[in-house]
């Protein structure tokens, strides 16, 4: 039994990702993906014990089951694009979204070098000469 999208999100953009030829982004998203996991495992240990609840207990038990969805891999919480709304959603279908918006050279350009460091030069000295005036 594979995950079915809701009627409300069968829309042509939302459909089983494929694989991206790019290694250089795929690497991008994975990395991405563990730091986030990495994050949310961490954030759990660290949690206050003496935390006020404020969730009626059938919020609590939604909460709970939304966590262990999106802990198991099978949906993903993301914020909509416009209307302040979130989004419940296949976890292949979100990687497939970000794939496209990192391959779109109108969004992204990738670079062949890391430009930090001439960054950093012109900044320091943008930031010196306000300084000086």
């Known amino acids: 039994a ?10 042509k953009n939302y459909t089983i990702p494929t694989p991206c ?4 982004v795929n690497d991008i998203v ?6 986030l996991d990495q994050i949310l495992h961490t954030s759990d ?3 206050c014990k003496a935390k006020k609840q404020n969730l009626i207990p059938i ?3 939604g909460l709970k089951y939304l966590e262990k969805m999106v802990s198991s ?22 990687r497939k979204r970000t794939l496209e918006k990192l391959e779109n050279p109108r969004l992204y350009q990738k670079l062949d070098a890391d430009p930090l460091h001439s960054l950093h030069g ?9 300084k000086t005036r």
């Open 45 to 47: 240990r660290h949690k």
């Open 2 to 11: 594979g995950y079915k999208l809701p009627s409300k999100l069968k829309k």
């Open 122 to 130: 012109e900044l320091f000295d943008t930031w010196v000469e306000g």
């Open 73 to 94: 891999g099978q949906i993903a919480i993301t914020p909509a694009d416009k209307g302040g709304s979130v989004l419940i959603v296949d976890p292949k279908m979100l």
């Open 30 to 35: 994975q990395s991405m993906e563990s730091e």
């Open 59 to 61: 919020e609590e038990q």
């Open 21 to 24: 030829d790019d290694k250089a």
